[in-house]
Nanobody, 122 residues
């Protein structure tokens, strides 16, 4: 139901922009979020954005480096990642909540994409 794209291999200090679309379905009234999972680790919260885009929240590890945004008209959510570090490596998943405002808990998000790989390495 959700399709994430934009991942790839980037050097430390570089930037990437991830995109998430929902073909055939609108999530304009739902909070959206990005989570990530590094090899051998549990999935962790990265950022979420409210239904209208007015409220955002970030994990401390990415605050000031990542920006989540959404284009309601394009039914797309973005994650702009800058100053990337090797510890940002992982599979990034977009998710839609069942409510207009998000949380940091993956259990509150009922719709998930397939993930896109981000590798930060020199």
């Amino acid at each position: 139901q959700l399709q994430a794209s934009g991942g790839g291999l980037v050097q430390p200090g570089g930037s990437l922009r991830l995109s998430c679309v929902a073909p055939g379905r609108t999530f304009s009234n739902n909070a959206m979020a990005w989570f990530r999972q590094a090899p051998g680790k549990e999935r962790e919260f990265v950022a979420h954005i409210s239904w209208g885009g007015g409220t955002t929240n970030y994990a401390d590890s990415v605050k000031g480096r990542f920006t989540i945004s959404r284009d309601i008209g394009k039914n797309t959510v973005y994650l702009q990642m800058s100053s990337l570090r090797p510890e940002d490596t992982g599979v990034y998943y977009c998710a839609a909540a069942r409510r207009p405002y998000g949380t940091r808990e993956s259990a509150d998000f009922g719709f998930w994409g397939q993930g896109t790989q981000v590798t930060v390495s020199s």
